[in-house]
C-alpha cells in the first residue's frame, strides 16, 4: 500500500512538471508600461484575442491599448524566432501601420522594438502622445 503511494506521488510531481513545461509560452501573455499607461494582451500562438468592445475586427494574435481608452494597435501577424517575434501592426483606424519585434528578454521583462513604418501614437489628454521606439513592457502572470 506504502509503495502505490509513494508511486502515485511520484507520478503526480512528474506530471505537474511535464504541464509546467507545455505552458511555458512567454507570447502568450498580459504585459504592461506603467510609465506610460500602455499594455498589450498576447496569445501569438493561438490568435484567440478578442479585444472588447471592437469584436468586428474577430480573434486576433494581439493588441496594444492604452488604460482607460478604446483606441488600440491591432497585431495583425507575427511570426515567433525563439525568444524574439515579428510584429505587423495597425491602428484601430486603419491609417497607419508599422512593423516591431517583441523580444523576452527575462521571465518578466520584454521589450518591443519599432522596426519600420509608422510611429506608436496613442491619445493623451485630447492630443497624441508619441511612444518611444524601444519600450519596456512587464509581463504579469
Same mark, same amino acid.
Given at each position: 500500500?506504502?509503495?502505490?503511494?509513494?508511486?502515485?506521488?511520484?507520478?503526480?510531481?512528474?506530471?505537474?512538471?511535464?504541464?509546467?513545461?507545455?505552458?511555458?509560452?512567454?507570447?502568450?501573455?498580459?504585459?504592461?508600461?506603467?510609465?506610460?499607461?500602455?499594455?498589450?494582451?498576447? &496569445?501569438?500562438?493561438?490568435?484567440?484575442?478578442? $479585444?472588447? +468592445?471592437?469584436? #468586428?475586427?474577430?480573434?486576433?494574435? /494581439?493588441?496594444?491599448? *492604452?488604460?482607460?481608452?478604446?483606441?488600440?494597435?491591432?497585431?495583425?501577424?507575427?511570426?515567433?524566432?525563439?525568444?524574439?517575434?515579428?510584429?505587423?501592426?495597425?491602428?484601430?483606424?486603419?491609417?497607419?501601420?508599422?512593423?516591431?519585434?517583441?523580444?523576452?528578454?527575462? &521571465?518578466?521583462?520584454?521589450?518591443?522594438?519599432? $522596426?519600420? +513604418?509608422?510611429? #506608436?501614437?496613442?491619445?493623451?489628454? /485630447?492630443?497624441?502622445? *508619441?511612444?518611444?521606439?524601444?519600450?519596456?513592457?512587464?509581463?504579469?502572470?
Amino acid at each position: 500500500m506504502k509503495k502505490l503511494f509513494l508511486f502515485s506521488i511520484v507520478l503526480h510531481i512528474s506530471l505537474l512538471s511535464v504541464s509546467a513545461q507545455k505552458n511555458d509560452r512567454p507570447f502568450r501573455a498580459y504585459l504592461y508600461n506603467n510609465e506610460y499607461e500602455v499594455f498589450m494582451r498576447l &496569445d501569438l500562438y493561438g490568435e484567440s484575442i478578442t $479585444v472588447p +468592445g471592437q469584436e #468586428l475586427y474577430g480573434e486576433l494574435p /494581439g493588441y496594444l491599448s *492604452k488604460k482607460r481608452n478604446s483606441f488600440c494597435w491591432l497585431i495583425t501577424s507575427s511570426k515567433i524566432d525563439g525568444d524574439k517575434a515579428e510584429l505587423q501592426m495597425i491602428n484601430d483606424y486603419g491609417s497607419e501601420d508599422l512593423t516591431a519585434t517583441l523580444t523576452v528578454e527575462n &521571465d518578466s521583462l520584454y521589450v518591443l522594438k519599432q $522596426v519600420e +513604418g509608422s510611429t #506608436l501614437k496613442v491619445p493623451k489628454d /485630447g492630443k497624441w502622445q *508619441k511612444l518611444p521606439s524601444k519600450l519596456v513592457f512587464k509581463c504579469r502572470h
